[in-house]
């Protein structure tokens, strides 16, 4: 006769790890999706909407330093 055993039973530790690595890799792909679909969705909106105030913004500083480079660099040296 086997003992089968109990709720109260350690799991085997070899059987643990390897579900938990499914677990975690299919967790993983869920938040991988996830963030696909959020993107592809912000994309879309970008597209409908124009640009992002912080795109702009970017855009903005970005021009600025270019033109504070080009102005620095193009002074007469003494």
Known sequence: ?????????APDSEDDGEENEVLRETRR?????AA???????A?????GG???KT???????????LAAVIYASRKKD
């Open 51 to 53: 640009l992002n105030w």
């Open 44 to 48: 879309a909106a970008k597209v409908a």
């Open 36 to 42: 696909a679909d959020k993107a592809e969705a912000g």
């Open 1 to 9: 006769m086997t003992a089968k055993p109990g709720p109260d039973a």
């Open 56 to 66: 702009a913004a970017g855009i903005g500083i970005g021009s600025a330093a270019l």
């Open 29 to 33: 792909l869920s938040e991988l999706k």
